[in-house]
Nanobody, 124 residues
């Protein structure tokens, strides 16, 4: 069992930055690939970024590539999402997820555990 708690969301102006954190409790965090997803009102939950167990593989959605950076600290059981050059269309609830495999995925159905989400609002 893995519990995930996101933090770091908030209100920011367009062009600004935020760093989201996701703290994991439970065993063997380093054996899990992690992912970040987001869901805007009335829309489906979309893939943002993922990171493999070692951090060596980090795929991104095209919409955030070059602006967002995912990273992890296995000693702290935490995964991060650094978000720069934020746009109003980045406004959403951001969720972190854990997958019981060493490699990440862009598919929501392939993750085993989810956090409750943190709201990110980008004003124009």
């Amino acid at each position: 069992q893995v519990q995930l708690v996101e933090s770091g969301g908030g209100l920011v102006q367009a062009g600004g930055s935020l760093r989201l954190s996701c703290a994991a409790s439970g065993r063997s965090f380093s054996n899990y690939a992690m992912g970040w997803f987001r869901q805007a009102p009335g829309k489906e939950r979309d893939f943002v970024a993922a990171i493999s167990w070692s951090g060596s593989d980090t795929p991104y959605a095209d919409t955030v590539k070059g602006r967002f950076t995912i990273s992890r600290d296995n000693a702290k059981n935490t995964v991060y999402l650094q978000m720069n050059s934020l746009k109003p269309e980045d406004t959403a609830v951001y969720y972190c997820a854990a997958r019981g495999r060493r490699w990440g995925s862009a598919r929501t159905g392939e993750y085993d555990y989810w956090g409750q989400g943190t709201q990110v609002t980008v004003s124009s």
